[in-house]
């Protein structure tokens, strides 16, 4: 190999040198229970699995069409086709909404503790992100939020349910904001929609500005295949659509989600598992007399304290993945725990017993 004899001396735009980055621990994941990045724990649906099966060989010599699935997708939400854009995950997605709308004099409002993506897409197009900050109770700070909007916001992010949080958002407020901002995009992250069952997608018609986001990667279990998607109005689906690539979402990708919309027995069954657990969950932190915060999604935040990391290392020990949210704004202390199927939450919550009781951790009730 040979080495570079003179130093690059090109630089990237301002914008990307001052950009955070975000490096999710991926490493060394393998055998292990994941009850750290929110995953299905499980496995997709059975017709996933067969259809992946019966890929030949040549498909995969094909560029990849999205339009004939995105129009299936639309179908089985009910809203036209022109109203939808596929994407390589909710990531790609939230590049795009950042590419697509903001001028580097716009702001962007978001209310942390939030999923981390956000943080990155809006910082590559502006540096004016104005975070409104959850209080202790980590709910959604609706007052400060609507009193942030002015003249120069162009992009609104509510996450509902939240990430790490689990909290969520309510219809009446999510439309009171997107109401107060006709002149901005009103990003909704429905990530979590499965967990939860309350979605803005009916609000489409009647709010031109709202723009909802939803993955395949949790409730479906296709994270690994990358797929997301984009709704709102045909205007603003228009615009993200010039500044997608044609080829975003793999074929394969595409023909497992033909197959995965097919089966909405599994979903429903799946979400019904996420329900039950997050329940006994919540009840066997109770009795171990852990805080934790009262989620809709597929994980609990809990609120640890100082032995945070000691708790992920023990947990590690059993085989089981924790996530450490302490460098979260306002999360010190707190890790989050992903609900899985029953048999791994039953694990989860064994192995949390015996790892509080390794690491000498005292409940503060
Ligand atoms: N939004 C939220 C709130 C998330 O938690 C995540 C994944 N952790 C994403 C978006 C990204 O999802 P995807 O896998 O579709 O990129």
Redesign the pocket.
Known sequence: MSTPTSKVTVKPRRLILEMPEYHPPLAGRDNALRLD??ENTLAPSPVVMDRLKQIPAERLTVYPEREPVERQVAAHLGLPSNQLLLTN???EAIHLVCCAFLEPEDEAIIAPPS?F?YDVSISMMTRHLVKVQADETLQFPFERFLAAINERTKLIVI?SPN?PTGATVGRSEILAIANAAPHAVVLV?E??FHFHGETVLNDLATTPNLIVAR?F?KAYGL?NL?I?MLAGSPELIGYLHKVSSPYNVNGVALDCLTAAIEDDAYITWYAEQIRIGRERMMGGLDELGVHYFPSAANFVLMKIGPLHRELVAAMRKRGILLRDRSTDPGCDGYVRITIGIGEHVTRGLEALKASLDEIGWKSEF
């Open positions: 990045f929110n995950g909710v990531d999923f993506m996450v990430n992250d990530a979590y993955t990667s994270a990358r997301g």
